[in-house]
């Protein structure tokens, strides 16, 4: 893994984590106690988790997150790991057949073992959204983060990710996007759709409507551009002095923001955040659960210098897949007899994004301004998996 510390904290505002989790068929009436003496049994299934966290407004939320959300995802994974093991999960946990159909309805909705897993994810995103939310009341504290976890399990592996942190597969011939970022502009129609079930999120203060520009007064009476939450295309309507109050969803790339507060529309935290000098809370605005992508090694032949990178929005805002996965290829292939190449390409990203100072500024080779962001990257080699 490789890191960067912009210093915008004095604690990094990028979090991490890594571990192996056991899971393990809950018995019911088991202590506490008596699980943690049967830790090293053969009776649970291994999975292997990393996770990267971007925290916003301080380090807190992404410390957080990186301390609980693996406990969550152990937590809900042994809830369901009696359907996980079997080919088709059962309708009833317990296996018990209410109804001879049942297993035809599970077969109909095309229900498999990784959804669950899927499901699992979901639900661990949800709890330890809430358990950030209770910790910085009780601390009095603000701020969020985005989360980025990846889960190999069963052969399979899962990509949660909530936020704009990337994660990509750079295998032998091709790149597989395995996250995509979610931020206003990506999520502008789930916004605007909520603006206009509940408009009195917006307090009077904003315009669910998107315009390709700020309105100005001149602009009443004539007709613009605008976007509405049905709509993926544009089309004209008259502007009317309503029109002339902020956009819900406003800039365009890196500036776009949420309430003109936040650049991202899913993460955990921001229970407190509130629309500065208003009472509008931007937290039923943001989602904190994450899309899960799947890739099942069983049908791909994986090679030696096949990995999976994940890194935070530092590293995405100055390289492209493309360029990633060049340097990718290139470091693994001139240092193959490295034991350390893995971690040491990490670093390698990490430098490349961050450029060189010259000056007062920070640069790239190509003369392009580097990230100012906090870097995190995570190199994980996929061949032989099934070794420590």
């Known amino acids: 893994m490789g890191v960067i510390n912009a210093e915008k904290s004095e604690f990094n505002e990028d979090q991490a984590a890594c571990c192996q989790i ?49 406990y969550c995802i152990k937590q809900k994974l042994e809830e369901v790991v009696g359907a996980v093991t079997e080919a088709s999960p059962p ?4 296996g018990r057949c209410v109804c001879d159909s049942d297993p035809q309805f599970v077969e109909e909705k095309h229900i498999r073992a990784e959804d669950l897993v899927v ?30 976890a990846a889960l190999y399990f069963q052969g399979k592996l899962y990509v949660a990710n909530a936020g704009d942190s990337r994660a990509i597969l750079v295998l032998k011939d091709s790149v597989v996007p395995m996250s995509c970022e979610f931020t206003p ?18 307090d ?30 544009w089309g004209y309507k008259t502007v009317e002095k309503a029109d002339l109050k902020y956009p819900l969803v406003h800039g365009h790339g890196k500036q776009a923001r949420l309430l003109g507060t936040l650049a991202v529309s899913r993460g955990l935290g921001d229970h407190q955040l509130k629309v500065i000098d208003t009472n509008i809370e931007v937290k039923p605005f943001l989602s904190c659960i994450p899309k899960v992508n799947v890739f099942d090694f069983t049908l791909h032949d994986i ?11 530092g590293l995405w805002d100055v390289l492209c897949n493309k ?33 060189k100072k010259r000056d007062h500024q920070w640069m790239l080779d190509d003369g392009h301004e580097a990230s100012y962001d906090d870097i995190s990257v995570f190199v994980i080699p996929l061949h032989n998996r099934g070794e420590d």
């Open 22 to 70: 056991s899971v393990r068929r809950r018995e019911p009436g088991l202590e506490e106690d008596e699980e943690w003496l049967i830790l090293c049994s053969t009776q649970f299934l291994t999975g292997y988790y990393w996770a990267l966290f971007d925290g916003h407004g301080g380090p807190e939320a992404a410390i957080i997150a990186s301390n609980y959300l693996h």
């Open 91 to 94: 309708m009833h946990l317990s």
């Open 119 to 148: 499901g699992a994810l979901e639900n661990a995103f949800q709890e330890c959204d809430e358990v950030i939310g209770q910790e910085m009341e009780a601390t009095n504290q603000t701020g969020g983060c985005t989360a980025l």
């Open 185 to 202: 502009e990506t999520e502008r129609q789930r916004i605007q759709h909520l603006a206009f079930l509940f408009p009195s999120l917006l």
């Open 204 to 233: 009077g203060e904003f315009t669910r409507f998107e315009f390709p520009r700020r309105l100005k007064g001149d602009d009443v009476g004539q007709k613009v551009l605008y976007r509405d939450y049905f709509m993926e295309g």
């Open 303 to 313: 090679k030696e210098d096949d990995v999976l990178i994940m890194a935070t929005d």
């Open 323 to 355: 360029e990633v996965a060049h340097m990718v290829r290139s470091f693994l292939a001139e240092n193959r007899t490295d034991p350390h190449r893995f971690s040491e390409l990490a670093k390698c990203l990490v430098c490349r994004a961050r450029g």
